[in-house]
């Protein structure tokens, strides 16, 4: 799997790590633009390669009166606009096997939610759309187990898939990063570090994750130190209204700071 694989993606030579960005759900077109804007604005001041990332949909929910989402075909379309204003390529989730198809009209990177890293069926069909599919490892497995993951990608006929780490249950209502497992799963395949969901408290007594937005950067530069080929990082304008995940975003003010620093990290670790 190649970074040049995937259409409109900039600064692929920079050898910085590659950045999947954005709010947790597409809320509405204003905000999807608003954010992809002052990411891609950062991004290419850092020549940081760049991926918008949006939830089309969000199907798991602590309780059945969640935000879902404002429509599936309205929050791709939104996706695919942001696509096309600002020259960017973008992730968006899939939960079913019909989402696979349904979502590769309009995004570039096909992404399997951690809890449905195992179900075959879902992942064969993302990968028989030939885009890339972003496999999330599951809070639940090993990083070795994740060389199955990829192997069903590889035998559905496409070489194109990432491991995403989003941090491993640690008792009921907290995730833990092993830093051990990145040089683990790189071997089977590029491996990005989901900054935001590693720091989820899921499992609140009320129904709503909680989070450790405070530990961002901790978490960043252990992963930048640890040679991961990409970052994941939600963020939001206004994190505390955000409908999704709002309890462990970066608010969209501090990207810039933390994204300067981390890329000083690499530039430093890569010249040792």
Known sequence: MQLSDIPKLKHTNSNNFFLLCGPCAIEGEDMALRIAEKVITI????????????????????????????GDEKALKILQKVSQTFDVPTVTDIHEVADAKKAAAYVDVLQIPAFLVRQTDLVVAAAKTGKVVNLKKGQFMSPEAMKHAVQKVKDAGSDKAWITDRGTMFGYQDMVVDFRGIPTMRQFAPTVLDVTHSLQQPNQSAGVTGGRPDMIETIARAGIVNHVDGLFIETHFNPANAKSDGANMLHLDNLEGLLTRLVAIRKTITSL
């Open 43 to 70: 991004t290419n001041k850092l020549q940081i390669p760049y991926i918008f990332k949006g939830s089309f949909k969000k199907a798991n929910r602590s309780r059945i009166d969640s935000f879902t989402g404002i």
